[in-house]
């Protein structure tokens, strides 16, 4: 499959819709399972997050071999955590200067979080106090 790719949050926020730009014919679907819908979403046409009010997922999608792989339990381990906590803003940040694409995860606690993509390695940027100072 080559192309871009469109990707869609239903209305209940229960799935993700990976569309072919060119036909709009579905590629992959990612259902949700749970109570919560999915409340925040990042997509580069590589690498997919989503973050419902509990936690937050990360993936990697190969458009050529059509091959969804999950990244949130290697990130989590790597870091000796739980889970990833859920997220007020996602965005991935291109890959520059030999350094990797980045997940941003902003919590509502205002708590910054860079995931590099490739390494699955979790760094905390700053948090509240960062703002409260000056």
């Known amino acids: 499959m080559s192309g871009n790719l469109i990707l869609l949050k239903n209305s209940n926020g229960q ?10 014919e579905e590629v992959l679907r990612i259902e ?10 990042a997509f580069d046409g590589r690498f997919i ?4 009010c509990k936690e937050t997922q990360i993936f990697s999608f190969d458009k050529e ?5 999950k990244l949130t339990r290697k990130v ?3 870091a000796g955590i739980g889970k ?8 991935i940040k291109p890959a520059e200067d030999n350094q990797a694409e980045q997940l ?13 993509l490739e390494s699955c390695e979790i760094t905390q940027v700053c948090n509240k106090s960062t ?4």
């Open 15 to 24: 799935h993700l819709q990976l569309l072919s730009a060119d036909s709009y």
């Open 76 to 78: 989590c381990s790597q």
């Open 104 to 116: 941003i995860l902003v919590t509502r606690d205002l708590v910054i979080c860079m995931v590099d």
């Open 32 to 41: 949700k399972s749970g109570d919560y819908g999915i409340k925040e979403v």
């Open 49 to 52: 997050a989503y973050s419902d």
């Open 84 to 91: 990833l906590p859920s997220a007020a803003f996602l965005a």
């Open 131 to 134: 703002f409260e100072q000056g």
């Open 65 to 69: 071999q059509l091959k969804l792989r």
